[in-house]
């Protein structure tokens, strides 16, 4: 048998947990919504291309300062 609180008829329980499912709601709607806001920014970036060239830009200084040394190790073995 459930006990209740005055005329109100509510249920008893812990004072600390009223609200808990609206905090729990709030959270998970806040993490979803920042999930999909990464997703789409990072859509954005594949579609633009931007990944893309930064890539290119990284990968031709990269070549660059390794392909002198790498061209004698070769020759020079």
Do not use: N
């Amino acid at each position: 048998m459930e006990c209740h609180i005055g005329r109100h008829k509510q249920p008893l329980g812990k004072r600390g947990e009223r609200g808990q499912s609206t905090v729990e709601f709030a959270v998970v709607t806040a993490g979803f919504l920042a999930a999909s806001v990464a997703l789409a920014a990072l859509w954005h970036a594949f579609g633009d291309g931007l990944l893309v060239e930064h890539a290119l830009a990284v990968a031709s200084h990269h070549i660059q300062a390794v392909a002198p040394v790498t061209v004698a190790d070769i020759f020079f073995y």
